[in-house]
């Protein structure tokens, strides 16, 4: 640990905490201005992240980051539209704090109710993934929160950049000098020494692959929620509408297999699985992907990519146009399947039995649980949180894409009119 690195993530917290502080006093038309301001900056300056965005895929290159992980990395026109669009959602939501929760009059007269209001600082470390970088502070911003991001190496310069642009804009519109914190370093103790930061930071949300969830939770000195890692299941069952889901199971794989809510492992009942595996394969096959099939599917296939399924590959977070393929006799199985090698992200049936739905729906162990339709509905703007700082696949104290509201807590507020206890 170098002392400037070390210096830097102590310091960035601490002037978060002091800003922090200071953001009580902003209101929501300020900090919905910020966002409005971000999210205009940001289409406007395309040229300019693009222009740092196109070297630094090529150093990733060079570097051997191929697949996913480059797919992530990459910025367009379109994507960075798509972000101004998840900031401009943000700040269209309803004002998460200084809302009112169980206001009651007790009988000696006193009311006593629960009042929301931020958690104070955000620290995210997060893999090289620079739309991230918006999203987080987007959140963090409109529910008046203070953030600390520590950016991946590989899209360190992406990230950087597009924090410059929020920090640029959230400080014009009036919000505390400070309330962004972005970290310049790369320098790898720099995680340790933000993880020793508990003092300032007051809940920590890593984003990225299994190494990077393990060390924040055996190291951090500050509350942490972590997830993201999606191990998905879709589970065609006996009663299905096979078109659907061929339908359902394509998109789910295919649509952005690099992300973590798509499709790892399809389980297909055995009572379809001579109509739907040859039918789905021959889809699947049409766009790239690789089958790893159990016996009982590999003699399904018929002429499409197909290898046979290794033990591990069950347990794997493909993010790749590769998918496990298993037949299984009952909804038991599939289900018993899923309680072994699933991650607790996403998991979806297709059927169109109501009780088979129903009991699914109640026993699948998931942050998000799908009848007929897509795991890549598992994300924040989908469900109408404008973006998400995370998908966690925690129970304590948010589940699921963490929004607005999972970076809010309460304090109690007791109003009186000279009231003594006796």
Not at 86 to 96: E, F, I, M, N
Not at 148 to 173: K, P, Q, W
Not at 241 to 256: G, H, P, Q, S, Y
């Given at each position: 640990m170098t002392a400037t690195a070390q210096?830097?993530?102590?310091?960035?917290?601490?002037?978060?905490?002091?800003?922090?502080?200071?953001?009580?006093r902003a209101t929501a038309d300020q900090r919905n201005g910020a966002l409005e301001r971000i999210a205009v900056a940001l289409v406007a300056g395309t040229q300019r992240i693009l222009d740092v965005n196109g070297p630094e895929l090529e150093r990733a290159q060079v570097n051997g980051v191929t697949g996913a992980f480059l797919d992530?990395?990459?910025?367009?026109?379109?994507?960075?539209?798509?972000?101004?669009?998840?900031?401009?959602?943000?700040?269209?939501?309803?004002?998460?704090?200084?809302?009112?929760?169980?206001?009651?009059?007790?009988?000696?007269?006193?009311?006593?109710?629960?009042v929301r209001v931020p958690l104070g600082v955000i620290g995210t470390i997060y893999e090289s993934r620079p739309n991230v970088t918006v999203d987080i502070a987007a959140i963090c911003l409109k529910s008046g929160n203070?953030?600390?991001?520590?950016?991946?190496?590989?899209?360190?310069?992406?990230?950087?950049?597009?924090?410059?642009?929020?920090?640029?804009?959230?400080?014009?519109?009036?919000?505390?000098?400070?309330?962004?914190?972005?970290i310049e370093s790369t320098d790898r103790a720099e995680v340790g020494a933000l993880l020793r930061a508990g003092e300032a930071i007051d809940l920590m949300i890593p984003r990225g692959g299994a190494d990077l969830m393990r060390r924040v939770r055996d190291e951090a000195t500050m509350p942490v929620v972590a997830g993201g890692i999606g191990v998905c299941h879709t589970y065609v069952d006996a009663e299905a509408?096979?078109?659907?889901?061929?339908?359902?199971?394509?998109?789910?794989?295919?649509?952005?297999p690099s992300v973590c809510n798509a499709m790892d492992t399809l389980l297909v009942h055995a009572g379809v699985a001579e109509a739907f595996v040859p039918l789905v394969a021959e889809a699947l096959d049409a766009r790239g992907v690789i089958l790893h099939v159990d016996e009982r599917a590999a003699?399904?296939?018929?002429?499409a990519r197909h290898v046979p399924v290794e033990p591990d590959d069950y347990d794997r977070e493909w993010l790749s146009l590769d998918c496990s393929v298993r037949v299984v006799a009952s909804v038991d199985e599939a289900l018993d399947h899923i309680e072994v090698h699933g991650s607790g992200h996403s998991e979806a049936i297709v059927t169109?039995?109501?009780?088979?739905?129903?009991?699914?729906?109640?026993?699948?162990?998931?942050?998000?649980?799908f009848v007929n339709a897509s795991t890549y509905f598992n994300d924040g703007a989908q469900f109408g949180l404008g973006c998400e700082v995370g998908?966690?696949?925690?129970?304590?104290?948010?589940?699921?894409?963490?929004?607005?509201?999972?970076?809010?807590?309460?304090?109690?507020?007791v109003l009186g009119d000279g009231h003594i206890r006796t």
């Open positions: 210096s830097e993530a102590i310091t960035k917290a601490t002037l978060a905490r002091k800003a922090g502080r200071r953001m009580s992530r990395m990459t910025l367009t026109p379109q994507r960075i539209e798509g972000i101004a669009r998840d900031v401009r959602a943000v700040a269209a939501l309803p004002d998460p704090l200084g809302t009112y929760d169980e206001l009651t009059t007790r009988p000696n007269g006193l009311q006593i109710g629960r203070a953030v600390v991001l520590r950016s991946g190496t590989d899209a360190h310069a992406s990230s950087s950049i597009l924090a410059s642009i929020v920090t640029r804009e959230a400080e014009a519109a009036g919000l505390p000098e400070g309330i962004v914190q972005f509408n096979l078109e659907m889901a061929r339908d359902i199971v394509v998109n789910a794989k295919t649509a952005r003699r399904l296939v018929g002429g169109d039995g109501y009780a088979t739905s129903q009991r699914f729906l109640r026993e699948a162990d998931a942050a998000a649980v998908i966690s696949t925690q129970k304590m104290h948010a589940r699921g894409p963490m929004g607005l509201r999972e970076l809010t807590s309460y304090k109690w507020i």
